[in-house]
């Protein structure tokens, strides 16, 4: 079993649509979490940190459920340049530090 | 632009060949982390160095090494290349250790090993 593990999609959603991700992890002691954007043939940027008590940026809310170990990443009203794949990334401890395989998002006109 | 550079951007190598790839930190950036992406797959970490020293390591075999320097670069070493070796080697730098800190990534070196 991977250590963190996100549905690869694609999803391909309409242009102000709701689209939300998960991404579960396995192990219990990982220390913190975030979403990561990367487009095509680019590296990946920092979207948002993920706290438990959850974090909202503008259009992006992001939740981290310890007791069932996932996060989640909802976006709404979505843009055509959201159209990327999105990295949930785990710091398993301070100098281990886990990237999902990605799920890629397909926003159409 | 993050202010992490990485070279080559392109590389081609045979099997068994030798390889040294190149990142320059941002300036301050004390930890640097070496990743390897494959096609349609996300970063794998292969190690992390703070303050010139290793301290972390994914599931990479030891033909993987690298340095950091004083003055905020570092290196990739691959030894004995394979095939599968052939992939998206991105570094990425942070100002200190620990586990909130925001990663800065380079461009990356597409590496094909024939």
Known sequence: RKEVEQDPGPFNVPEGATVAFNCTYSNSASQSFFWYRQDCRKEPKLLMSVYSSGNEDGRFTAQLNRASQYISLLIRDSKLSDSATYLCVVYSSASKIIFGSGTRLSIRP | ET??????????????????????????????????????????????????EENGRGNFPPRFSGLQFPNYSSELNVNALELDDSALYLCASSPDRGSNEKLFFGSGTQLSVL
Do not use: D, M
């Not at chain 2, 320059?24 to 794998?44: C, F, M």
């Open chain 2, 3 to 52: 202010g992490v550079t990485q070279s080559p951007t392109h590389l081609i190598k045979t099997r068994g060949q030798q390889v040294t790839l190149r990142c320059s930190s941002q300036s301050g950036h004390n930890t640097v982390s070496w990743y390897q992406q494959a096609l349609g797959q996300g970063p794998q970490f292969i190690f992390q160095y703070y303050r010139e």
